[in-house]
């Protein structure tokens, strides 16, 4: 079992940048897949970004390909995305989510995803 803690999230202009952390603890970070997910209000969760276990393989949804970037350092059991050129509609909490799934080098459905952090919530300004 992993646990999962979400930070880095916050108001910012439209523009700006921010990087948001997910630490995990307990069982070997390297372990998992990793993704990021947002739930604006009133919508469903949408997928961000993911990344692989060794670091060798990353997707992002389209809405923020080109904008954002995963990245993980499994010797600091971290996994972060970096938000550039940020817009309202980027508004959401986030979250980070691991996958003990093992076909697939990446995981992108929120469904296939074993545990999940509290959240961060970013807010982009106009």
């Known amino acids: 079992q992993v646990q999962l803690e979400e930070s880095g999230g916050g108001l910012v202009q439209a523009g700006g940048s921010l990087r948001l952390s997910c630490v995990a603890s307990g069982r070997t970070f390297s372990s998992y897949a990793m993704g990021w997910f947002r739930q604006a209000p009133g919508k469903e969760r949408e997928f961000v970004a993911a990344?692989?276990?060794?670091?060798?393989?990353?997707y992002s949804g389209p809405s923020v390909m080109g904008r954002f970037t995963v990245s993980r350092d499994n010797a600091a059991n971290t996994l972060y995305l970096q938000m550039n050129s940020l817009k309202p509609e980027d508004t959401a909490v986030y979250y980070c989510a691991a996958s003990t799934e093992t076909i697939r080098m990446v995981v992108r459905l929120a469904s296939d995803m074993d545990y999940w952090g509290k959240g961060t919530p970013v807010t982009v300004s106009s």
């Open positions: 990344i692989s276990r060794n670091d060798v393989a990353t």
